[in-house]
């Protein structure tokens, strides 16, 4: 809608009346003196510019010019007479040019007059078109109100219209189909009919052939059954024979469950015997370590390549199977006697039937380390880890720890304890440690230091320390570790390649009902025999070069040296001899902890010397008593063996 626009109101042109300017009253006004000097300082337009002047402008401007003074000379001044003539003369044309100026300005006013009755009949003129304009925009915004409203009625009939039409043609869709539906219904009505009717004429038919061949049955049974009643009558007789032998049978059968039940009892009575004698045996088995001392030494042999490798004979003499002997083919016979003697027929499981023993103390906060020791070739880090991808019975020492951790802490959650498993594994080569689970460029780059806290508990720096979500992680860990170690030993120098491992597992608990927790750690060390004469138990100085080939000498030096003050009780035991030492320093300096060392060797011929040397090694760590109770053994183990004779008396 266009917006109406008022118009301003003006005066009447009857009532318009001329008003005389300022500038008139001011000139009309002032003295003639004084006019005069106003109108010699009015400034004349500049030249070539326009401008517009009121009717008489340019006559009365024509006049003034006609009356400029004439220039007259200057008098001197003591000429007062002609001074005083020329005043006179100036005041006359000053005069002429006074009336002059009142005409003109009386023609201007008239002039001015006459203009202000036009502009008046002008703005009347306007103000009457403007009534009009209103008007004819009133009309307009009119009629289009009116165009919208019936531009309105037209949108709603032809929306009517559409809703009409889909309407009716929804309800004839809909009248359509259901007249097909009931077309289609009927139709199938009539085929089901049908199919029903053939069906009754086909089945009439069958039945009428069954009824005639059951008419041929029943004249053929009727002769079947009186050969059944003959038979019948000679089954009742069986029956009743059976009959007999079932109930003799059920006696049986109940005196039998009764036996049954009665051995069932008997079987779990021996079992808790079993369990109790177990108890016993493991206390006997407690005692005799603690009368020992905390380390055991086994002896582990290698079975032989094929049949035409040269082979020195190897006998275990006792069925305890704590003797080996040497046999060469050149030379005395050489016997040793450890705590255990596994032959080339012992499976993994049986080694670690003796290392289980050894996880409770880790799990109640204890700690124990398990030494893999011998040449090259005989079979250390495949009792530890196991071959690479083997099945569950030929797993080594480590992956079996693990599973049976995480057993224990299932078994345990009834408890309220909850366990966590951190794993880390070190390579020590040169004196110089090695990551073996940190990526492979810091492998060989970083360094790790060995830092002591209380109790000569011993944290390697830098080193990659990876918690255990469960137990089929460490199959992944072993392979990083050999890729880590053949890459290690790859940019190594030949004489430097072989050095000592150490798999470290920390094992913490949580009672949750208690609150008391408990840090248990495992040490699994793969130790690398020394190719020359050692004698590290004996306190006797050594042959120290100084050069890198001696460091696993070294090593396996300051590792004798240990246990021997260890063994003699010294009062001071320097572990930071060697990398290796320094790093356990923590188990051996705790009175309990668990110490299992395996020596490992090969029946080869070819390696008869290293495999001489490894045992004699071995016999002297076993020559050594750690932590020894001082108790007789006669007396513990007899009083434990009148219990258990007590026991079996009582069974």
């Given at each position: 809608?266009?917006?109406?626009?008022?118009?301003?109101?003006?005066?009447?042109?009857g009532?318009?009346?001329?008003?005389?300017?300022?500038?008139?009253?001011?000139?009309s006004?002032?003295p003639?003196s004084?006019?005069?000097?106003?109108?010699?300082?009015?400034?004349?337009?500049?030249?070539?510019?326009?401008?517009?002047?009121?009717?008489g402008?340019?006559?009365?401007?024509g006049?003034?010019?006609?009356?400029?003074?004439?220039?007259?000379?200057?008098?001197?001044?003591?000429?007062?007479?002609?001074?005083?003539?020329?005043?006179?003369?100036?005041?006359?044309?000053?005069?002429?040019m006074?009336?002059?100026?009142?005409?003109?300005i009386t023609?201007?006013?008239q002039?001015?007059?006459?203009?202000s009755?036009k502009?008046s009949?002008?703005?009347?003129?306007?103000q009457g078109?403007?009534?009009?304009?209103v008007?004819?925009?009133i009309?307009?915004?009119?009629?289009l109100?009116?165009?919208s409203?019936?531009?309105q009625?037209?949108?709603?009939l032809?929306r009517?219209h559409?809703?009409?039409?889909?309407?009716?043609?929804?309800?004839?869709?809909?009248e359509?189909?259901?007249?097909?539906?009931?077309?289609?219904?009927?139709?199938?009505?009539?085929d089901?009919?049908?199919?029903?009717?053939l069906?009754?004429?086909?089945h009439?038919?069958?039945?009428?052939?069954?009824?005639?061949?059951?008419r041929?049955?029943?004249s053929?049974?009727?002769?079947t059954c009186?050969?059944?009643?003959?038979?019948?009558?000679?089954?009742?007789l069986?029956?009743?024979?059976?009959?007999?032998?079932?109930?003799?049978?059920e006696?049986?059968?109940e005196?039998l469950?009764?036996?049954?039940?009665d051995?069932?009892?008997?079987?779990?009575q021996?079992?808790?015997?079993?369990?109790?004698e177990?108890?016993?045996?493991r206390?006997?088995?407690?005692?005799?370590?603690?009368?020992?001392?905390?380390?055991?030494?086994?002896?582990?042999?290698?079975?032989?390549?094929?049949p035409?490798?040269?082979?020195?004979?190897?006998?275990?003499?006792?069925?305890?199977?704590?003797?080996?002997?040497?046999?060469?083919?050149?030379?005395?016979?050489?016997p040793?006697?450890?705590?255990?003697?596994?032959?080339?027929?012992?499976s993994?499981?049986?080694?670690?039937?003796?290392?289980?023993q050894?996880?409770?103390?880790v799990?109640?906060?204890?700690i124990?380390c398990?030494?893999?020791?011998?040449?090259?070739?005989?079979?250390k880090?495949y009792?530890?880890?196991?071959?690479a991808?083997s099945a569950?019975?030929?797993?080594?020492?480590i992956?079996?720890?693990?599973?049976q951790?995480?057993e224990a802490?299932?078994a345990?959650?009834s408890?309220?304890?909850r366990?966590?498993?951190?794993?880390?594994?070190?390579?020590?080569?040169n004196?110089?440690?090695?990551?073996?689970?940190?990526?492979?460029?810091?492998s060989?780059?970083?360094?790790h230091?060995?830092?002591?806290?209380?109790?000569?508990k011993?944290?390697?720096s830098?080193?990659?320390?990876?918690?255990?979500?469960?137990?089929?992680?460490i199959?992944?860990?072993?392979r990083?570790?050999?890729?880590?170690?053949?890459?290690?030993?790859a940019?190594?120098?030949?004489?430097?390649?072989?050095?000592?491992?150490?798999?470290?597992?920390?094992?913490?608990g949580v009672?949750s009902?208690?609150?008391?927790?408990?840090?248990?750690v495992?040490?699994?060390?793969?130790?690398?025999?020394?190719?020359?004469q050692?004698?590290?138990?004996?306190?006797?100085?050594?042959?120290?070069d100084g050069?890198?080939?001696?460091?696993?000498?070294?090593s396996?030096?300051?590792l004798?040296?240990?246990?021997?003050?260890l063994?003699?009780?010294?009062?001071?035991?320097?572990?930071?001899?060697?990398?290796?030492?320094?790093?356990l320093?923590?188990?051996?300096?705790d009175?309990?902890a668990k110490?299992?060392?395996?020596?490992h060797?090969?029946?080869?011929?070819a390696?008869?010397?290293?495999?001489?040397?490894?045992?004699?090694?071995?016999a002297?760590v076993?020559?050594?008593?750690?932590?020894?109770s001082?108790?007789?053994?006669?007396?513990?183990?007899?009083?434990?063996?009148?219990?258990i004779?007590?026991?079996v008396?009582?069974?």
């Amino acid at each position: 809608m266009r917006a109406t626009r008022t118009p301003t109101p003006t005066p009447a042109a009857g009532r318009s009346r001329v008003v005389p300017s300022a500038k008139t009253k001011a000139v009309s006004s002032q003295p003639a003196s004084t006019r005069v000097t106003t109108r010699s300082r009015s400034v004349t337009p500049a030249s070539g510019t326009s401008q517009a002047q009121p009717r008489g402008a340019g006559k009365a401007a024509g006049a003034s010019e006609d009356m400029d003074l004439p220039a007259k000379k200057k008098r001197a001044a003591w000429d007062t007479k002609g001074r005083l003539q020329d005043m006179e003369e100036l005041t006359g044309a000053l005069y002429q040019m006074l009336n002059k100026s009142t005409g003109n300005i009386t023609e201007m006013t008239q002039s001015l007059v006459s203009n202000s009755n036009k502009i008046s009949e002008l703005e009347s003129f306007r103000q009457g078109l403007e009534s009009k304009v209103v008007g004819k925009e009133i009309e307009n915004n009119d009629i289009l109100q009116k165009m919208s409203t019936v531009e309105q009625e037209i949108f709603m009939l032809n929306r009517k219209h559409l809703d009409d039409t889909k309407t009716l043609k929804s309800k004839h869709t809909r009248e359509v189909e259901v007249q097909l539906s009931t077309q289609a219904s009927l139709q199938r009505e009539h085929d089901a009919v049908e199919t029903r009717l053939l069906h009754a004429t086909n089945h009439l038919e069958q039945e009428t052939r069954e009824s005639a061949n059951l008419r041929t049955t029943i004249s053929n049974q009727s002769s079947t059954c009186i050969a059944f009643e003959t038979d019948n009558r000679g089954l009742r007789l069986n029956i009743e024979n059976i009959e007999g032998t079932i109930t003799a049978r059920e006696s049986e059968i109940e005196r039998l469950e009764r036996e049954l039940c009665d051995s069932q009892t008997l079987a779990r009575q021996l079992q808790q015997k079993v369990k109790e004698e177990e108890a016993i045996r493991r206390k006997l088995y407690h005692a005799i370590m603690d009368l020992k001392g905390h380390i055991r030494v086994f002896c582990r042999v290698r079975p032989h390549g094929p049949p035409d490798d040269s082979v020195t004979s190897i006998t275990y003499p006792d069925l305890e199977g704590q003797d080996v002997v040497l046999a060469p083919a050149k030379g005395p016979q050489c016997p040793f006697t450890f705590d255990k003697v596994f032959a080339p027929t012992s499976s993994q499981e049986d080694i670690f039937d003796d290392v289980s023993q050894m996880l409770p103390s880790v799990l109640s906060g204890g700690i124990a380390c398990v030494f893999a020791y011998g040449s090259t070739e005989t079979g250390k880090t495949y009792t530890l880890e196991g071959p690479a991808g083997s099945a569950e019975e030929s797993m080594g020492l480590i992956p079996r720890s693990i599973l049976q951790f995480y057993e224990a802490a299932r078994a345990s959650e009834s408890n309220e304890w909850r366990y966590s498993l951190e794993v880390q594994y070190i390579g020590i080569y040169n004196e110089i440690i090695y990551d073996l689970q940190g990526p492979e460029e810091s492998s060989t780059c970083l360094a790790h230091e060995i830092h002591s806290g209380p109790g000569g508990k011993a944290t390697v720096s830098g080193v990659t320390k990876v918690e255990l979500t469960s137990a089929v992680m460490i199959g992944s860990l072993l392979r990083v570790a050999q890729r880590r170690r053949a890459a290690i030993e790859a940019s190594l120098k030949d004489s430097h390649r072989h050095g000592h491992s150490v798999f470290t597992i920390r094992v913490t608990g949580v009672n949750s009902g208690t609150g008391k927790t408990t840090e248990g750690v495992l040490h699994f060390v793969d130790l690398v025999s020394s190719d020359s004469q050692l004698d590290t138990v004996k306190n006797e100085p050594g042959t120290r070069d100084g050069g890198k080939k001696q460091a696993v000498d070294q090593s396996l030096k300051c590792l004798g040296d240990v246990f021997l003050a260890l063994s003699n009780k010294d009062s001071q035991v320097y572990y930071r001899g060697s990398k290796l030492t320094h790093l356990l320093q923590g188990a051996f300096m705790d009175g309990s902890a668990k110490m299992l060392f395996i020596v490992h060797i090969s029946s080869l011929s070819a390696h008869l010397e290293h495999t001489l040397r490894s045992l004699r090694f071995a016999a002297k760590v076993n020559s050594c008593v750690l932590g020894g109770s001082g108790v007789s053994p006669s007396s513990s183990i007899s009083s434990s063996t009148a219990t258990i004779g007590r026991r079996v008396k009582a069974t």
